[in-house]
């Protein structure tokens, strides 16, 4: 698991956008809501959010930990990029901490995520 394969999965995502947050973290967000942030310098951790069922039992895991700032909404870390989980497991739990922050949204946002850029926007010249 590399920082590009976590790019490539998370960007692949609808509505999804990317930024730098305190100055070395890339963070992928759905409707301006984070979902995944990856650290860019050593150690290297990556972290999501998860249900409350999935976070109890990933924290019990070696190599994951409840996020520094983050754990009580319910956000996990791998410590190390390749650690705690394998790529197919770490895939499914991305995609699930995107549906999650999603959820979350209003509901107009969630709609305007199904949509092309040239289908959103009626009546406007």
Sequence with gaps: ???????RLCLSLPGV????KWEDDLVFSVGGKM???AMLE?????????DDETFAELVERD???????????KWVSI?????????????GRVRRSYEL?????PKRVQAELGRSPSRGRRGRG
């Excluded at 050593?42 to 998860?50: A, D, E, G, M, T």
């Excluded at 410590?79 to 895939?91: A, N």
């Design 1 to 7: 698991m590399t920082l590009d394969t976590i790019r």
């Design 17 to 20: 956008t990317e930024d730098i």
């Design 35 to 37: 979902f995944v942030v």
């Design 42 to 50: 050593p150690p290297r951790r990556v972290s999501f959010k998860c």
């Design 63 to 73: 190599g994951i930990i409840p996020a520094p700032y983050l754990a009580r909404a």
């Design 79 to 91: 410590e190390s990029l390749g650690t705690g989980m394998d790529w197919r497991e770490f895939e």
């Design 101 to 105: 922050v999603k959820a979350g949204l």
